[in-house]
């Protein structure tokens, strides 16, 4: 089946470069942004001194949940925007982190070795051009045992869920979010539009467990959040075979 957003996606890098120092301002009129990373880093479950990985770090807010989770952790974090990187880089929260600029796709080609204890992926999967793929790399990158978080919306399995997140992403997250092109030029088709869409053309719940068991995953689960995106967002966990 043909990714109707493939070509799209592979411009969400360059695109975030163009917000990336606003970004940490829009997402923070999201009641629950930073609650709910805190909450998918907690599920991880992670013994204290593990070896950790940030797929898809962004500015560093997901990294910030993990680190305030396991602060003897070793982290690595990796992103495809030098924009957003730079952001993360110059947080003193995050100071010892080190962060990687390369593919989420190929974070083995990005200088990463495997070996990690869990893996953190907020908001990442759904932007990769071959989410088969990326788990089955994923998977290889943990540890026998290791453990999965995937912080990500997925509305397809709700109705409700579903009108949910067009009202929210039509009435506030469109329209807000041109304020992070500042005075610059707002392209026509916006990073925020197609987050709209890119969620809506997103795995339901039950597609997206189906699809980490295909890939080798086990203790396949999925928890919930509160407030407005109870439904809408979701912490998918699963873990690497011993």
Known sequence: ????????????????????????????????????????????????????????????????????????????????????????RSKDSLAGVRFVLGDAMEPGAAGLAPGYDGILMAYGIRNMPDRDLALDRLRDQLVPGGRLAIHEYSVADSKVAEWVWRLVSSTVIVPSGRLAYGLGPVPEQTLFSYLRESVLAFDGVTAFEARLRRAGFINVRTEAMDGWQRGVVHTFLAERPT
């Open 1 to 88: 089946m043909i990714d109707p957003l493939a070509a799209r996606k592979r411009e969400v890098p360059t695109d975030f470069d163009a917000i990336a120092r606003r970004y940490d301002l829009l997402v923070g009129m999201n009641p629950g942004y930073r609650k709910h990373l805190r909450w998918s880093a907690q599920r991880l479950l992670a013994a204290p001194q593990s070896r950790l990985l940030d797929l898809c770090c962004g500015t560093g807010l997901s990294t910030e949940a993990l680190r305030t989770t396991y602060p003897r952790a070793l982290i690595d974090a990796l992103d495809g925007s030098a924009g957003m990187l730079g952001v993360a």
